[in-house]
């Protein structure tokens, strides 16, 4: 076997498509979908049609089985023209790995009949095994649909909670104000099952939810990426344009190498999930501690792409004339997702040493 | 999961990773202290170019009517898993090189043949090297001043290179000139002159800082003659104004083997550091902890450098454009690599001063990866002027 990063002509041909319905149909609304709460409809039943939320599904749970190379190649399609309603559009989304781990027959009980029909948001919220157990609590999940179901990683332990007796209103978030805002006490909602997964299971749940986030990020800085570079090609100060200033140049250019890695490294984290899927290989740890590099890794090298973003602009980033505001905003908040950034590098310092070889 | 090992190349790694463990990181730390590379008959370098050694499995010589075909994964992998060894002592084993590259990009197959075939000779180590520098252009290098003027039906060179790996020991040079410096690109040409040509003169091994397994050439060429037979690709070639493009070709090559080189380097730092934490740290705690975490930074921003260089060299073994990604692994991978074999350092603390516990000669060997065949910053202007029209003359 020898190195391949082609992606299959189906993940091509989705992309294509995608591309088109992105830029006509959810791009030129981004604005008014952050004001209004919610993407339309119109538009969620057209991602209905994309089948977003059964893309990386096993067949058994009515997936397409397309994989999670192509979901994270579609989510990061999406995020460039808005990413703002994909927390609560995608479902289950980012706990797609946690419904995957847990038991068959237990999965199918509890969960599928919710969660895929879309009438109930799910999310997954991730606590330290070196901290005391303690009510697990949602500080920030999407309000449309209700949320429903809540998925707790605690090292290999698996807990689904729900459904859910009813959520708060969270306080506004600008961030993801497409999703809405909803927050939650578990210590009220009813346990629905309690799973110990294989050593390296949960780093998997965590890992996959995190690869989820890390495709989105993808999609956002690659777009404030994209923004900035026609903005500065335009604009002229002290005689040229503003990317032609040598010392912009150069930080543009470091943005795009810095993008292409986190790529890379996003997608080999997908193949490797595809692989654990697939049975072509049997490494527990692999996969989700891959995913979890990639997080890492996107989530940083997004808060300086969009960061950028906003430099370049000079004070029109600052105002929300321009998207470039939006994007660094939802790129930082990315990062908190899932136990964030600290919880994602306390799970490789513990797997470290179990990860596969070079 | 990306698996760049077809069988043969896991075999011809796993040699590497013998030949490392057994001659090249002790022959590195020698090199490193007396300052000097090994000699030319060492006997890891006739164990390269032995019948079925790694100098006549780089080149193909082994794989039938593919011949002496180049295989850039089994290249990179092999440059890799060397420098993981002792990157210095990597670069002096035989082989064409640099010069390899140039061939490859440059040469017609009748040349690339010709040239090539010294490799089958498994008597004794053949190298081959490449002269671009000079020592008023080395980035730049479209501004080369070595004259290249015809003769006789010869071509006469005279100007002076340096930096020039292997130089001293090698059979051939490919050296790039330029008809007339006012020509700029469309003047320059590559030419192979062969050891012992009269007015070829060696001016010294430069010391180094660090990498010091490898001898790097000073040349002066004075009134050298070299045959028409020996214009890589003939005039034609050049008349389509493929020259300099040959020679940006090359690097777009050998870019990401150079950079895959930094990688095997931080694999080196971050396999040192994690058995000083399992040996020297407190078997748990916070100090522990925060070391793994390093650690595993390493770990991501090496394995991004490799999906990098990997990735640029898949392009090109497609025959797709390339110039772009063997850039952005140039421009990633070396500071990246710096930053993981400093970190390496920190976490060995005062005992990384100590240069018998390895990270210390890394992070001076791997310094060098940053500057050779084009610095960060010119990978950042290559970049801008691929992306978004960055002026070539501001």
Not at chain 1, 157 to 174: C, E, I, M, N, T
Not at chain 2, 57 to 72: A, I, K, Q, S
Not at chain 2, 216 to 242: H, I, K, W
Request: aromatic share 8%; proline share 5%.
């Amino acid at each position: 076997m020898t190195a391949d990063f082609s992606l299959p002509d189906e993940v091509v041909e989705l992309r294509s498509a995608l591309e088109r319905f992105a830029r006509d149909r959810l791009a030129p609304r981004a604005r008014e979908a952050e004001a209004d709460g919610s993407w339309p409809e119109a538009v969620l039943l057209a991602l209905d049609r994309f089948e977003l939320s059964s893309l990386d599904l096993p067949g058994a749970f009515g997936g397409v089985g397309i994989g999670c190379l192509g979901k994270v190649v579609v989510l990061e399609t999406l995020a460039v023209a808005d990413a703002g309603g994909l927390p609560a559009a995608d479902q289950p989304g980012p706990t797609a790995g946690a419904l995957s781990a847990c038991p068959e027959g237990d999965r199918a009980a509890v969960v599928a009949e919710a969660a895929l029909a879309r009438r109930a948001a799910s999310t997954l919220v991730v606590t330290a095994t070196d901290e005391p157990e303690a009510p697990a609590v949602v500080e920030w999940a999407p309000s449309w649909p209700p949320l429903g179901w809540v998925w707790e990683s605690r090292g290999d332990r698996l807990r689904l909670f729900g459904p859910g007796p009813g959520v708060d209103p969270g306080s506004p978030a600008l961030a993801f104000g497409a999703s809405g805002t909803a927050t939650a006490a578990l210590s009220h909602w009813p346990v629905a099952g309690t799973w110990t997964l294989p050593a390296g299971g949960g780093l998997a749940v965590r890992g996959r939810a995190r690869l989820w986030a890390a495709a989105v990020t993808l999609g956002i800085a690659q777009a404030a990426f994209d923004a900035t570079v026609a903005y500065a090609t335009e604009r002229v100060v002290f005689g040229r344009p503003v990317a032609h200033h040598q010392g912009n140049a150069f930080e543009l250019a470091a943005s795009a190498a810095g993008l292409h890695g986190a790529r890379l490294l996003v997608y080999d984290a997908a193949r490797r999930f595809d692989a654990w899927d697939a049975g072509t290989t049997e490494h527990p740890v692999d996969a989700g501690f891959w995913a979890t590099e990639a997080f890492l890794e996107t989530t940083e090298t997004a808060g300086r792409v969009t960061d950028l973003g906003i430099q370049l602009l000079g004070g029109h980033g600052f105002l929300v004339d321009h998207l470039a505001e939006k994007r660094f905003r939802e790129a930082r908040m990315l990062g908190l997702f899932f136990g964030g950034r600290a919880r994602a590098e306390d799970d490789l310092a513990c797997a470290l040493v179990e990860v596969g070889a070079w | 999961m990306v698996t760049p090992y077809d069988r043969r190349t896991a075999e011809i790694v796993e040699e590497v990773r013998h030949l490392g463990r057994t001659y090249m990181r002790p022959m590195g730390l020698e090199s490193d202290a007396t300052g000097l590379p090994p000699p030319a008959d060492h006997p890891l370098y006739l164990i390269c170019a032995r019948q079925g050694g790694l100098v006549g499995r780089e080149v193909g010589e082994d794989e039938g009517d593919e011949g002496l075909d180049w295989r850039p994964f089994r290249s990179l992998l092999i440059n890799e898993e060397s420098a993981y060894w002792d990157r210095g002592v990597a670069l002096s084993l035989p082989g064409p090189g640099l010069g390899g590259a140039a061939l490859r990009t440059t040469a017609t197959a009748e040349q690339r043949a010709r040239f090539l075939s010294v490799f089958t000779d498994h008597d004794r180590a053949h190298w081959g090297a490449m002269a671009m520098t000079e020592p008023g252009a080395g980035s730049d290098v479209a501004r080369i001043q070595t004259r290249a003027r015809h003769d006789g039906g010869e071509w006469v060179l005279n100007g002076s290179k340096m930096f020039c790996s292997n130089g001293a020991r090698a059979d051939w040079v490919v050296v790039w000139a330029t008809l007339d410096p006012a020509l700029g690109r469309d003047g320059h040409r590559a030419f192979l002159v062969e050891r012992d040509t009269p007015g070829f003169e060696l001016l010294r091994i430069e010391h180094k800082m660090g990498s010091r397994g490898y001898e790097t050439a000073s040349f002066a060429l004075d009134e050298v003659r070299v045959p028409e037979e020996n214009l890589l690709g003939g005039e034609a070639f050049y008349r389509s104004r493929e020259g300099f493009r040959g020679a940006m070709a090359t690097f777009n090559l050998t870019r990401p083997i150079h950079a895959a080189q930094g990688v095997g380097m931080g694999r080196a730092a971050h396999d040192f550091a994690l058995e000083f934490v399992h040996t020297d740290y407190p078997s748990e705690g916070r100090r522990r902890t925060r070391a793994l975490e390093q650690l595993a930074t390493i770990r991501r921003q090496l394995q991004t450098a490799r999906l990098m260089c990997l990735h640029a060299v898949w392009l090109a073994s497609r025959g797709l454009p390339n110039t772009l990604e063997a850039s952005y692994a140039k421009l990633y991978a070396p500071p990246a690599v710096l930053r993981s074999v400093s970190v390496a350092l920190d976490i060995l603390g005062e005992a990384g001063v100590r240069n018998d516990k390895m990270v210390e000669k890394l992070f001076r060997d791997v310094k060098i990866l940053d500057i050779g065949e084009g610095t960060q910053q010119v990978q950042r202007v290559v970049v801008a002027r691929q992306l978004f029209g960055f002026p070539r003359d501001p």
